[in-house]
């Protein structure tokens, strides 16, 4: 069967999707508790000005190196020697470790899902305990949250064993809605908006130890702190292979980040004007507080539903994300021949399987909390799997515009190395900033370095299986009914 292509918009919605999700709902609480209101404007500027350097280098590659599909980190093999072992390591490393992030996330959003869920269905809060096995005693609450997680997880699955493109369309319609419902919030917040409740503008934070903090240190806090709503600029360019036209990467990737930054900086400022700064600080459901004030205590219920529409599309999104990556690695060489297999609908069912089957062992988190702690340590230091990618995306746009290659024209090649620069420049900050913590850092690299174990068996198939004129190996077609 012919795969159907996705289109400029369907890309777009994939982007939108997979940036926006649950991290909206708390991100205003979490920018007044770093930062004041004019170091939350200019960290919000910071790092929408650095994202869409990293957005430019992005679209770039895909136009001049549109056989390097399945995302930035796919590009770790470009900088060293074709076919050398650091090629064939470096590509394969970043792989696997944006792959673990990739399904280990895809339960976080999941997982969150059910606490919206709970607004409508309070018993999935329940304490009581449902049945004992040995010691152990399993609460109703955990227990109706591990069903459901389960249950999305799988009709997610079959959902995209179905067609990406159909996956895709049914991303596109949450998406819409999901965009709909934050303008609609958006519109409303400007009714309520009181100017007093920004004021002071600079107002003082304090460090744990009381202690006043400069305006720059604030600064790095809020784009810190906005940095976690930028992760998923890179969803257009993973499903490169599968778009109608490459052109649409760029512009989808562009558009997308243009839209999910309107929605944040709306939301995050116009809330900080709708709450009393000191109220907003020690809110637990910031957004929800604030539609109350506006229209009362429907509010929490129409932003739990439209928390539910968010979080189910970017579920779609982010489960699509962790199948495509590493399919298109090992059409690349770098991941085991096994990830090519495809359904006749074009789906990398092996590797939507793999995923999926790795993600549900996650989901056994939500039984106990000791289990839960354990998992959310997992997402914690997945953070470098994460940022990795765009460090090597900048260097690789460096990396061409040295070599002069795909480039006839130097002003063109002169502004792409200033973008490159820039990205480089803040991709370093953004790894520095997101795993100062050295403990974070080493179970991060701890967690990249665990992809050696399955090395050798890559290796030995690099050596012995041919590749195709344009350096890939041959996809294996699975048949499925």
């Given at each position: 069967?012919?795969?159907?292509?996705?289109?400029?918009?369907?890309?777009?919605?994939?982007?939108?999707?997979?940036?926006?999700?649950?991290?909206?709902?708390?991100?205003?609480?979490?920018?007044?508790?770093?930062?004041?209101?004019?170091?939350?404007?200019?960290?919000?500027?910071?790092?929408?000005?650095g994202?869409?350097?990293?957005?430019?280098?992005f679209?770039?590659?895909?136009?001049r190196?549109?056989?390097?599909?399945?995302?930035?980190?796919?590009?770790?093999?470009?900088?060293?020697?074709?076919?050398?072992?650091?090629?064939?390591?470096?590509?394969?490393?970043?792989?696997?470790?944006?792959?673990?992030?990739?399904?280990?996330?895809?339960?976080?959003?999941?997982?969150?899902?059910?606490?919206y869920?709970?607004?409508?269905?309070?018993?999935?809060?329940?304490?009581?305990?449902?049945?004992?096995?040995?010691?152990v005693?399993?609460?109703?609450?955990?227990?109706?949250?591990?069903?459901?997680?389960t249950?999305?997880?799988?009709?997610?699955?079959?959902?995209?064993?179905?067609?990406?493109e159909?996956?895709?369309?049914?991303?596109?319609?949450?998406?819409?809605?999901?965009?709909i419902?934050?303008?609609?919030?958006?519109?409303?917040?400007?009714?309520?908006?009181?100017?007093?409740?920004?004021?002071?503008?600079?107002?003082?934070r304090?460090?744990d130890s009381?202690?006043?903090?400069?305006?720059?240190?604030?600064?790095?806090?809020?784009?810190?702190?906005?940095?976690w709503?930028?992760?998923?600029?890179?969803?257009?360019?993973?499903?490169?292979?599968?778009?109608?036209?490459?052109?649409?990467?760029?512009?989808?990737t562009?558009?997308?980040?243009?839209?999910?930054?309107?929605?944040y900086?709306?939301?995050?400022?116009?809330?900080?004007?709708?709450?009393?700064?000191?109220?907003?600080?020690?809110?637990?459901?910031?957004l929800?507080?604030?539609?109350?004030?506006?229209i009362g205590?429907?509010?929490?219920?129409?932003?739990?539903?439209?928390?539910?529409?968010?979080?189910?599309?970017?579920?779609?999104?982010?489960?699509?994300?962790?199948?495509?990556?590493?399919?298109?690695?090992?059409?690349?060489?770098?991941?085991?021949?096994?990830?090519?297999?495809?359904?006749?609908?074009?789906?990398?069912?092996f590797?939507?399987?793999?995923?999926?089957?790795?993600?549900?062992?996650?989901?056994?988190?939500?039984?106990?909390?000791?289990?839960?702690?354990?998992?959310?340590?997992?997402?914690?230091i997945?953070?470098?799997?994460?940022?990795?990618?765009?460090?090597?995306?900048?260097?690789?746009?460096?990396?061409?515009?040295?070599?002069?290659?795909?480039?006839?024209?130097?002003?063109?090649?002169?502004?792409?190395?200033?973008?490159?620069?820039?990205?480089t420049?803040?991709?370093?900050?953004?790894?520095?900033?997101?795993?100062?913590?050295?403990?974070?850092?080493?179970?991060?690299?701890?967690?990249?370095?665990?992809?050696?174990?399955?090395?050798?068996s890559?290796?030995?198939?690099?050596?012995a299986?041919p590749f195709?004129?344009n350096?890939?190996?041959?996809?294996?077609?699975?048949?499925?009914?």
């Amino acid at each position: 069967m012919e795969q159907k292509r996705l289109g400029f918009w369907l890309l777009t919605a994939l982007v939108v999707g997979n940036m926006v999700g649950s991290g909206i709902f708390m991100l205003p609480r979490t920018l007044s508790e770093a930062a004041n209101p004019a170091a939350v404007l200019l960290g919000w500027s910071l790092t929408g000005f650095g994202v869409l350097t990293t957005a430019l280098v992005f679209g770039n590659l895909s136009i001049r190196k549109p056989e390097l599909n399945g995302g930035p980190q796919i590009y770790a093999k470009e900088l060293f020697k074709e076919g050398s072992t650091l090629s064939t390591l470096s590509g394969f490393m970043s792989s696997w470790g944006y792959w673990i992030g990739n399904f280990a996330g895809n339960v976080a959003i999941i997982t969150t899902f059910t606490s919206y869920l709970a607004t409508f269905f309070p018993i999935l809060n329940s304490k009581a305990p449902l049945f004992t096995i040995g010691t152990v005693a399993f609460k109703t609450g955990n227990v109706l949250t591990f069903i459901i997680c389960t249950a999305m997880l799988w009709f997610t699955h079959f959902l995209i064993l179905r067609g990406i493109e159909g996956a895709g369309k049914i991303n596109f319609l949450a998406t819409s809605a999901k965009v709909i419902g934050f303008f609609l919030f958006i519109v409303l917040s400007l009714f309520a908006f009181q100017k007093s409740n920004l004021l002071p503008f600079t107002a003082p934070r304090l460090d744990d130890s009381g202690h006043p903090l400069g305006i720059l240190t604030q600064i790095n806090h809020a784009a810190v702190s906005t940095l976690w709503a930028f992760v998923g600029i890179e969803s257009a360019i993973v499903f490169a292979s599968r778009a109608k036209k490459q052109s649409d990467i760029k512009r989808a990737t562009i558009i997308g980040l243009m839209i999910a930054l309107a929605i944040y900086i709306g939301i995050s400022l116009l809330v900080m004007g709708v709450l009393p700064q000191e109220t907003l600080i020690h809110s637990e459901k910031p957004l929800v507080d604030a539609i109350e004030t506006i229209i009362g205590p429907i509010g929490a219920y129409l932003i739990a539903g439209l928390g539910l529409i968010s979080l189910a599309g970017s579920t779609i999104g982010w489960v699509l994300m962790s199948a495509e990556v590493p399919y298109q690695a090992a059409k690349q060489g770098l991941f085991l021949a096994s990830f090519l297999k495809e359904n006749k609908r074009g789906v990398p069912s092996f590797s939507l399987w793999l995923s999926n089957v790795l993600g549900q062992l996650f989901i056994f988190s939500t039984i106990s909390n000791s289990m839960a702690h354990a998992f959310d340590f997992v997402i914690y230091i997945a953070t470098l799997a994460y940022l990795m990618p765009y460090l090597i995306a900048s260097l690789f746009q460096l990396k061409l515009v040295c070599t002069g290659e795909t480039y006839q024209l130097n002003k063109s090649r002169y502004t792409d190395g200033l973008i490159a620069l820039l990205s480089t420049i803040y991709s370093i900050w953004v790894i520095y900033a997101g795993t100062s913590d050295l403990k974070t850092f080493l179970f991060g690299a701890a967690l990249l370095a665990s992809g050696l174990i399955f090395y050798p068996s890559l290796r030995k198939q690099t050596q012995a299986t041919p590749f195709t004129k344009n350096g890939r190996l041959l996809a294996n077609q699975e048949e499925t009914p």
